[in-house]
């Protein structure tokens, strides 16, 4: 298969319209609607459907769809490798994982620190939860990830190095306004009869457990798909949610925060390959070991 097939059926999932996808590509709209067809028939199974206002991925389209993605991003990273080598300003990029809490503030201001030390530096950053980038440092596709112990918990991997950074103390965020916020930490039975909102099994299970231990149950009512769909809802006064500590340094300005008495912690750590690790990857660890966040809301 072609990578510019690849690409222009990436294009046309993302514009969501042949038309619109024909512009950007400088193609007809026949032929993209050609590349698109010979696609499906190579795959055997449809990968775009029609609606009222124009084309989306059908569920195997999706699927394609991620891993075509990641496909063309890399050879986009190794096109431009090369000609960077060619031209003599080769420098191996730096690619950091980070749980989506961390990857809201802790990990992107270490990031700026040790821009300040390699200003060249070319890198990335991929949220994602612990278990997936425990993988992606396994599949040597990440030099770095900074991950939790939050259930289901870390593997053991020889592997992989595991640095300690800190213990995250969980809070509640509340919408603005909330009868609780700003009244110092709660019993967790003082919360029982509250919505609760969760995004992931692993934040879930640490609510349960603490709620368990208290003598109660949570309610989580909701479910959010992301971080960010979490935030919203609380914002909105729809329900509350269990976060973790260190995300206070860059919550928005809607939701408020409120710690536990006795509350949820979990560890947080560096992971790295032991083998061919990238040089910076230890300055990194110290940058975000000196973070003032874990000086707020970690121990």
Not at 140 to 156: E, M, N, Q, Y
Not at 167 to 183: E, I, K, N, Q, T
């Amino acid at each position: 298969m072609e990578l510019t097939v690849w690409r222009t059926f990436v294009t046309v999932c993302r514009l969501g319209s042949l038309s619109a996808a024909a512009v950007e590509l400088h193609h007809t709209q026949s032929a993209v609607s050609r590349q698109i067809a010979g696609l499906e028939r190579q795959l055997g199974v449809p990968l775009v459907e029609r609606h009222a206002r124009g084309v989306r991925p059908t569920p195997a389209g999706e699927v394609f769809r991620r891993h075509a993605l990641a496909t063309l991003n890399e050879a986009d990273r190794a096109v431009r490798a090369v000609r960077e080598h060619r031209d003599g300003a080769f420098e191996r990029p730096l690619a950091v994982g980070a749980t989506p809490s961390l990857a809201a503030g802790v990990v992107p201001e270490a990031i700026r620190a040790l821009l300040k030390q390699a200003v060249s530096l070319r890198w990335s950053l991929l949220p994602d939860l612990s278990a997936a980038l425990h993988d992606r440092v396994i599949a040597g596709d990440l030099d770095l990830a900074v991950v939790t112990d939050a259930p289901p918990g870390l593997p053991h991997d020889a592997q992989v190095e595991r640095r300690f950074l800190g213990r995250d103390d969980m809070v509640v965020v509340l919408p603005v306004g909330h009868p609780r916020a700003g009244r110092g930490p709660v019993h967790m039975q003082a919360l029982a009869d509250q919505t609760w909102v969760e995004d992931n099994d692993g934040s879930a299970a640490l609510l349960r457990q603490h709620a368990a231990r208290a003598g109660v149950s949570a309610r989580i009512d909701l479910t959010a798909a992301d971080l960010p769909g979490k935030l919203a809802l609380v914002a909105t006064g729809h329900a509350i949610a269990l976060i973790p500590g260190v995300l206070t340094c860059a919550l928005r300005t809607d939701v408020t925060t409120v710690a536990l008495v006795d509350p949820p912690t979990r560890g947080i750590y560096t992971i790295t390959p032991r083998r061919n690790p990238h040089p910076l990857a230890g300055p990194l660890h110290d940058l975000l070991a000196e973070s003032q966040c874990w000086a707020r809301g970690v121990r």
